[in-house]
């Protein structure tokens, strides 16, 4: 072969190696909305959801898919908010009905790192005290993402940030030297916490009234009137669901088996959605309708939440069930049979 030739063939070989290597791809990302959904699957749907992932948060990439980003999130959870499992091969399941927060370090006033639904699966990296360390793999949309490759982890900014950032050769923001009588929310995603660097309560809506009862610093103390869904209230009952308590029980003594946890033996019939005229439930919301147990005649309805839809929507019509629920109600308003809020299948 010629020394020209030689050239360039060399010159052809570093091209190809040179035109092979892609830019670097960042290794994570940060969260750049107030809050975003992390999904099972990269899709939209109501029953994939498995937490909501703060602002701020740094999340390391396994992969990608069209628009969404496979990301892996930890961090440390209250342990007694957690039980034992071996689905999917994960080693701990959220039990809490409320979900639980997940935080940075294993401490109460620990930033937040998100906010974790009942039913979400995790892997169990490390424990401290009554504090364990999770780590769960899933999908976030990528437009609510930027890249951070090169940059060092940027601490989980979550609503229990108690002050705002001070700017070097700035004065830190203090409150007016007196507060009024009553304020009106102006913006949008405003919380309610339960203290200034406590948990968040509840997010409040523009032009809420609030009458204000104290001051801290930049923060108010203020009480807000309105309504809640009692089947929300429910007593929790810390006793072992039982079988013996049946619907016909229930119906027949509603008050005194409210927010008890009971485990039937039910037959299947189909996955309904709760019209308006449903009091017992939200409207929208999907129930089970089921045939109670052999020997009983009437039916139950088993309230199905977000998380275990899918599941549900796998059963086949006449088969038989064996369900874990807590008595929402005994007799419900419209035909006075038992509703439940199913917490597992098995």
Request: aromatic content about 6%; hydrophobic content about 40%; overall charge negative.
């Amino acid at each position: 072969m010629s020394l020209r030739r030689k050239a360039v063939w060399s010159t052809l070989v570093c091209g190809l190696v040179v035109g092979v290597v892609s830019p670097a791809i960042a290794q994570s990302v940060r969260v750049s909305v107030p809050e975003e959904n992390f999904r099972k699957e990269p899709r939209v749907t109501s029953s994939n959801r498995l937490a909501t992932v703060f602002e701020g948060v740094v999340l390391e990439v396994e992969s990608r898919q069209g628009r969404w980003v496979r990301s892996t999130l930890e961090g440390w959870i209250w342990t007694p908010s957690l039980s034992a499992t071996d689905r999917d091969g994960f080693d701990l399941i959220v039990s809490n009905p409320g979900g639980e927060n997940l935080r940075e370090a294993p401490e109460g006033d620990a930033r937040r790192v998100a906010r974790l639904l009942r039913g979400m699966l995790l892997d169990r990296v490390e424990g401290q005290g009554n504090w364990t360390r999770v780590r769960r793999t899933a999908w976030l949309w990528s437009k609510s993402t930027v890249e951070t490759e090169g940059v060092a982890p940027v601490p989980a900014a979550s609503r229990d940030d108690v002050t705002a950032p001070v700017q070097v050769g700035t004065e830190p923001p203090t409150r007016p030297a007196e507060l009024p009588g009553r304020i009106v929310v102006s913006g949008s995603d405003v919380s309610l916490h339960v203290s200034p660097s406590g948990d968040t309560l509840a997010t409040l809506w523009p032009d809420a009234d609030l009458e204000v009862l104290a001051g801290e610093g930049s923060w108010a103390r203020v009480q807000l009137e309105g309504w809640v869904w009692v089947p929300s209230t429910l007593p929790a009952d810390s006793a072992a669901a039982t079988a013996a308590l049946t619907p016909r029980d229930v119906s027949a003594n509603p008050a005194q088996y409210r927010g008890r946890q009971v485990r039937w033996r039910l037959q299947f019939v189909s996955v309904e959605t709760a019209e308006p005229a449903r009091e017992d439930f939200y409207e929208g919301e999907p129930f089970i309708l089921a045939r109670a147990q052999q020997g009983e005649q009437g039916f139950v309805y088993v309230a199905v939440p977000p998380e275990l839809l899918e599941e549900v929507e796998r059963l086949r019509p006449l088969q038989m069930i064996d369900v874990l629920g807590r008595v929402r109600t005994g007799r419900s308003a419209l035909m006075g049979v038992p509703v439940l809020d199913l917490i597992a299948l098995y």
